[in-house]
């Protein structure tokens, strides 16, 4: 099942803060984070395993609450840099098979 | 990381036509990824490609239409066969990264693909 991301846009004034949310019906033992520039490819910003610990790009960081199955991606003090597409891509099992099943995607303007 | 080339990087082709697109990696990799991503839509998988083996098809996704060939460990290409205009979009490839962080993914750059 496809990961649900919420909000589906966000308009920000640069410094600004903003939350980005990514839930699974399905136990989740990983979600990864990216970021899509338009016209470019998904970069890797970072990646939430079960279990582990709260996870920091730069001033960009995010949790993963295992009780609710939902990732949280934080921007803070956001930059015109952060303007993108985020995707979350969500992993149920740490088998062999290590697909990404990916969120719709939020896009994200920061603004001057 | 990984640095990933895709060729070509676009192409306009006309239907029932087959394009093969290429994906080099700078490293040794074992699993490979192709995507196809509609202008402003999400990635949607479709096969998982390791080098030995057959690749992993998504649903929806078939061997015939998209044969996948992984001949070594730093290469892949995939073919869109007999094209409609249904298959115009960006196909990726991501290689899974071999960094400090688990299994992360690498992009390709992308091929932009136009049927007529």
């Known amino acids: 099942q496809q990961p649900v991301q919420s909000p589906q846009a966000v308009i920000l004034r640069e410094g600004e803060d903003a939350v980005i949310n990514c839930s699974s019906s399905k136990a989740l033992y990983s979600v990864h984070w990216y970021r899509q520039k338009h016209g470019e490819a998904p970069v890797f910003l970072m990646i939430l395993l079960k279990g582990g610990e709260q996870m920091r790009h730069e001033k960009i960081s995010a949790s993963f609450n295992e009780k609710k199955q939902q990732s949280s991606l934080y921007l803070t003090a956001s930059q015109l840099s952060y303007s993108g597409t985020y995707f979350c891509g969500t992993e149920w099992d740490a088998g062999n098979n290590r697909k990404l099943i990916w969120g719709l995607g939020t896009s994200l303007a920061v603004n001057p | 990381s990984a640095v990933i080339s895709q060729k070509p990087s676009r192409d306009i082709c006309q239907r029932g036509t087959s394009l093969t697109i290429q994906c080099q990696v700078d490293s040794q990799v074992t699993m490979m990824f192709w995507y196809r991503q509609q202008p402003g839509q999400s990635l949607t998988l479709i096969a998982t490609a390791n080098q030995g083996s057959e690749a992993t098809y998504e649903s929806g996704f078939v061997i015939d239409k998209f044969p996948i060939s992984r001949p070594n460990l730093t290469f892949s290409t995939l073919t869109v066969s007999n094209m409609s205009p249904e298959d115009s979009s960006i196909y990726l490839c991501?290689?899974?990264?071999?960094?400090?962080?688990?299994?992360?993914?690498?992009f390709g750059p992308g091929t932009r693909l136009t049927v007529l």
């Open positions: 991501s290689v899974e990264g071999t960094g400090r962080t688990y299994n992360e993914q690498f």
